[in-house]
């Protein structure tokens, strides 16, 4: 079993520096996405899609992100796509954290 999580940065020249750093997290796969935009907006060239195999590690994933957000002089903004839904860091934190208390909830199948 699968669980994603799409991230979409409004600054893109951040998604290299912000990959690296995720790629410091054990068992997650990062990939580049094209960007989709929201209503009213072009969208970005790319996001960044976390794949792993248990909650656990898009949550560390995610503290990872807080942590990047947190050195930045100027952070980008970041909105997570969970489960058709799109939230802050800190409210995809929340949610996970819940969900992997409930087995099988926010898994899918590849």
């Known amino acids: 079993m699968t669980v994603t999580v799409d991230l979409v940065l409004s600054d893109p020249t951040e998604i ?10 054990s068992g ?17 060239a790319e996001d960044l899609q976390l ?3 248990a909650l656990p590690v898009l949550v560390e994933a ?4 807080r942590e990047y957000l947190a050195s930045r002089r100027t952070p980008p903004e970041i909105r997570i796509v969970y489960r058709d839904s799109e939230s802050t ?3 995809a934190i929340d949610r996970l954290s819940r969900d992997e208390d409930e087995p099988g909830d926010g898994e899918s199948q590849p």
Do not use: F, T
Not at 16 to 25: D, E, I, K, Q
Not at 28 to 44: A, I, M, T, Y
Not at 62 to 65: A, T, W
């Open 16 to 25: 290299g520096s912000l990959r690296r750093a995720l790629g410091n997290v």
């Open 51 to 53: 794949l792993a195999a």
């Open 28 to 44: 997650l796969e990062v990939h580049s996405v094209g960007g989709l935009p929201k209503p009213g907006e072009q969208g970005s």
């Open 62 to 65: 995610l503290k990872m992100v």
């Open 89 to 91: 860091v800190d409210d």
